[in-house]
């Protein structure tokens, strides 16, 4: 493994890493590497968590909703264009 250091940071800059990394129960080193790997590398676990989290809200939406007889979005479109249709296909009351 290599060694990383990091000079010259604000003191307000390392107030705030010793307060996450107790918050989060780690060294402050422990939350550098931590920090780091989430910026560069990501956390894939986390996002797969909030991928599910996401279908679970959307399937519970559909549940609630379902049945309620909302139309399709392509009879709205009908629809929409049978408005404009008709509007255009009006004479001009102007002239």
């Known amino acids: 493994m290599a060694t990383l250091t990091v000079r ?9 890493l010793r307060i996450r990394a ?8 422990a939350e550098h590497r931590e920090i780091l ?4 590398i ?3 676990s986390h996002q797969a968590e909030q991928r599910q989290r996401v279908a679970e809200r959307l399937a519970e939406f559909r549940q609630r909703t379902g049945g309620r007889g909302s139309p399709s979005a392509a009879r709205l479109l009908e629809e929409a264009r049978a408005k404009r249709n008709r509007t255009l296909a009006r ?3 102007a002239g």
């Open 8 to 16: 010259n940071l604000d003191d307000d800059v390392v107030r705030r």
């Open 22 to 29: 107790a918050e989060h129960g780690r060294s402050a080193e």
């Open 37 to 40: 790997r989430l910026v560069l």
């Open 42 to 44: 990501g956390d894939e």
């Open 91 to 93: 004479p001009d009351k």
